[in-house]
Nanobody, 118 residues
Framework: QVQLVESGGGLVQPGGSLRLSCAAS????????MNWYRQAPGKERELVAT???????DYGDSVKGRFTISRDHDKNTVSLQMNSLKPEDTAVYYC????????????WGQGTQVTVSS
């Protein structure tokens, strides 16, 4: 069974930083595009950042210039460095692995809470 385990969430003041990590196991990490999504109360889940196996990166408009996604193929991890956090960044953040190359697979972590508040 594929597992995605997020860590690093918590409470931070506006303007602060957090680093989320997602450890993936029981999958061929190199064929998966890795994504971070978030869902705030009463809102739909939104894509925050994505990184392909080849390293192509894209961000949601609301986080561009503040968040940085990266992946480590040796450790099978994907990280999200979040800087200049705003109260509107408050949400549950989810790690997602989506298979490519004709393979079927779409997996989610359990989520980690990020709260930005003074």
């Amino acid at each position: 069974q594929v597992q995605l385990v997020e860590s690093g969430g918590g409470l931070v003041q506006p303007g602060g930083s957090l680093r989320l990590s997602c450890a993936a196991s029981r999958l061929i990490f190199s064929i998966y595009t890795m994504n971070w999504y978030r869902q705030a109360p009463g809102k739909e889940r939104e894509l925050v950042a994505t990184i392909t196996s080849g390293g192509t990166i894209d961000y949601g408009d609301s986080v561009k210039g503040r968040f940085t996604i990266s992946r480590d193929h040796d450790k099978n991890t994907v990280s999200l460095q979040m800087n200049s956090l705003k109260p509107e960044d408050t949400a549950v953040y989810y790690c997602n692995a989506r298979a490519t190359m004709g393979v079927v697979g779409d997996y989610w972590g359990q989520g980690t809470q990020v709260t930005v508040s003074s």
